[in-house]
């Protein structure tokens, strides 16, 4: 991994997560996040302010050591006990199968290679009872709009760490087995290619999360707040 994506562009994405429309739509969505909560690509844990008492703990998740150095200051502030794992979501988690009442993805699923491999990860965790509560920017309905993703998509995967301007956001979560049971989607200001949203929850049946055996549970790379 380069410098620029090394510690150039954890910065950037922190200062360009905290804009004023990204923090109203925290401020609206986090709270309805409630028990034992997996937040899958923490990154610099920009969402910690607005977890709600109904939270008993977090797990924060994520790959990038220099974004997840910038969450550790926020998760010693937080009211919360925090726990931060570096890795990717998309590699077995060191959580239990049906432990998390909440996971939580905000701007996420677009960078992650793998996303369908992650849900699954979710899905293993979640209780059946359990709620996936996400905010996600991806592919626009218009064609002329979808068409500048798919244009944009290759450069703009460079420059910001791989995220997909035109992943169907509903298609990849349905895909992976959860029922959609609320979605908003809209733009927010600003250039329509980077900024179509799809802000709602995803649950999953408890026939659907069966799980044989769970995978090595490790200490490695956990740290705890
Ligand atoms: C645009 S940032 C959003 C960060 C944070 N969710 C927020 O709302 O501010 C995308 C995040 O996805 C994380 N990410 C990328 N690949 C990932 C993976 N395989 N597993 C988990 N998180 C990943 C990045 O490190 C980064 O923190």
């Not at 709270?31 to 899958?40: I, R, S, Y």
């Not at 977090?58 to 925090?82: C, M, N």
Request: net charge positive; hydrophobic share 40%; proline share 7%.
């Amino acid at each position: 991994m380069g410098f620029y994506a090394r510690f150039v562009l954890p910065r950037i994405i922190d200062v360009a997560m905290r804009n004023k429309d990204t923090t109203r739509l925290r401020a609206e969505w986090i709270p309805k996040a409630t028990g034992n909560v997996l937040e899958v690509g923490i990154g610099s844990g920009l969402n910690l302010p607005y977890y709600s008492r109904e939270v008993t703990q977090i797990f924060g998740v994520d790959p990038s050591p220099e974004l997840l150095k910038l969450a550790r200051a926020r998760a010693s502030a937080a009211t919360h006990r925090v726990e931060l794992i570096t890795q990717s979501a998309e590699q077995p988690l060191p959580l239990e199968s049906c432990s998390i009442d909440t996971a939580v993805m905000t701007w996420t699923l677009c960078s992650i290679p793998n996303p369908s491999r992650a849900l699954e990860e979710i899905k293993r965790v979640l209780k059946p009872d359990g709620r996936l509560v996400f905010m996600e920017h991806g592919r626009a309905p218009g064609d002329q709009v979808a068409r500048w993703q798919d244009r944009l998509t290759p450069i703009w995967k460079r420059i910001a760490g791989g995220c997909d301007l035109n992943r169907r956001i509903e298609a990849v979560i349905q895909g992976a087995g959860f029922r959609i049971a609320e979605l908003k989607t809209f733009y927010l200001p600003g250039p329509r290619p980077m900024t179509f949203t799809y802000q709602g929850f995803g649950e999953i049946g408890s026939e659907d999360n069966v799980h044989e055996g769970n995978p090595a549970m490790t200490n490695r790379n956990r740290e705890q707040f």
